[in-house]
């Protein structure tokens, strides 16, 4: 079965590039859905189911821990599972993400394989 | 501060540009980049033409990181990272370029976090424009790490002082347009 995934970046250019990865990793791929913020994120999964969730941490309007309480607290959509993919590397963040309920986290700068071996994790 | 400590802060922090610029590069866009001598000045960057992207830290350390390259090599940069080419200096070279600045602070922010805790990290700004400068308000000291790669110059500038609790804002940094 195809994986629908929502990627959540206020950078085109790292949606882009998860984008690519996607594309290359070893996963059925289906539809990619993007967000530019958490805010935009949670409207589009009011009309569109996903998989994945992959999203940054740090972002204008709503950011990533945010959406992951908004996400985590839906039950709509709180079994999604969601992996963070962010410059923030201290152990307080990744903690945080942990404790909302994140089951991966990736820090920027990425390789392809940091990527597909999280998503080999939960696939 | 004596001048013997203040001199390892500098040499930590140059350290910290580089390692966090060079992984940045090998990892995104798979370049090798060749240092240039480090910096230390008054002075903000110099007028350029090009981009200047712009990012805030706050808490232990309060200031700005800076990350300027001609236009050609922006164009060339978003190029490889992207891998599609670009032509001008368009909206995704320029959020590649403030992408790029966000990973090089953002690693040397978490560097500076395992010495002294949390810090907090701006959204990138970026700028784009012929002979202008960027100024921060006061008279600190800029760290300017310079590279090479694909034929062209980048620097990776670096204004930070010792923050006090409850400073949660960085320093404004004020950008002037020159004629």
């Given at each position: 079965m195809a994986l629908d995934v929502l990627i959540v970046d206020d950078s085109a250019a790292i949606r882009k590039i998860l984008h690519r990865v996607l594309v290359q990793a070893d996963v059925p791929l289906g539809r990619v859905v993007e967000a530019g913020d958490g805010a935009e994120a949670l409207a589009a999964l009011k009309n569109q189911k996903v998989g994945l969730i992959l999203s940054d941490i740090?972002?204008?309007?709503?950011d990533g821990l945010q959406l992951l309480s908004a996400v985590k607290a839906d039950v709509a959509v709180k079994d999604i599972p969601v992996i963070m993919v962010t410059t923030e590397g201290g152990s307080s963040k990744v903690m945080e993400a942990v404790n909302l309920g994140a089951v991966g986290y990736v820090r920027k700068p990425f390789t392809a394989e940091q990527i597909k071996e999280k998503l080999a994790g939960i696939i | 501060m004596e001048e013997r400590e203040r001199y390892m802060e500098q040499e930590q922090l140059v350290g910290m540009i580089r390692k966090s610029t060079h992984e940045v590069f090998e990892t995104m866009l798979g370049l090798t980049l060749d240092d240039g001598e480090a910096a230390i000045g008054?002075?903000?960057?110099?007028?350029?033409d090009g981009v200047v992207a712009i990012i805030g830290l706050a808490g232990c350390w309060v200031g700005t990181g800076t990350f300027s390259v001609t236009a050609e090599g922006a164009r060339k940069i978003a190029s490889q990272m992207l891998m599609q080419e670009y032509t001008a200096v368009d909206e995704e070279v320029l959020d590649a370029l403030g992408e790029i600045t966000n990973m090089i602070v953002g690693n040397v922010k978490t560097a500076l976090e395992e010495q002294c805790g949390a810090m907090g990290l701006s959204i990138p700004t970026v700028i784009y424009g012929r002979n202008f400068t960027t100024r921060s308000v006061g008279r600190n000291e800029w760290i300017v790490v310079p590279f090479h790669c694909l034929g062209t110059k980048v620097e990776v500038h670096l204004c930070l002082i010792q923050g006090h609790e409850n400073q949660h804002m960085a320093r404004q940094t004020a950008i002037l347009t020159m004629q």
């Open positions: 740090n972002m204008p309007n709503m | 008054q002075a903000a960057p110099a007028p350029i």
